[in-house]
């Protein structure tokens, strides 16, 4: 499985972020994988954003619930992170991966994407 993010560098505060994960070498409907987003502030650890399954339920963190939406389309293989009212603390590099339940871990990862948030 291969997982590509494409999306803005540079957005502005208040704005909203779309990020896209274009999946390659697996089907995103595959039973037993939940399409996760994780991001990674600088010169911090990981945060975990959240997941669309393959039967399409979606999961957020609780503390970014109210500003995220992740959907998908499986005509394309992609799935998509909409991150609102963005500040300078979003500012991360972002990433897209499979929880894979045969495994119980996050067997592939994207190369990660540098989101900037600043006027």
């Known amino acids: 499985v291969q997982l590509q993010e494409s999306g803005p560098g540079l957005v502005k505060p208040s704005q909203t972020l779309s990020l896209t994960c274009t999946v390659s070498?697996?089907?995103?409907?595959?039973?037993?994988?939940?399409w996760t987003w994780i991001r990674q502030p600088p010169g911090k650890g990981l945060e975990w954003i959240g997941y669309?399954?393959?039967?399409?339920?979606?999961y957020y963190s609780p503390s970014l619930k109210s500003r995220t939406s992740i959907s998908r389309d499986t005509s394309k293989n992609q799935f998509t992170l909409q991150l609102s009212s963005l500040t300078p603390e979003d500012t991360a590099v972002y990433y897209c991966?499979?929880?894979?339940?045969?495994?119980?871990?996050?067997?592939?990862w994207g190369q990660g994407t540098q989101v900037t948030v600043s006027s």
């Open positions: 991966t499979p929880w894979v339940g045969a495994s119980s871990a996050y067997d592939y």
């Open positions: 070498g697996g089907s995103i409907t595959t039973n037993g994988y939940w």
């Open positions: 669309i399954a393959y039967s399409g339920s979606t």
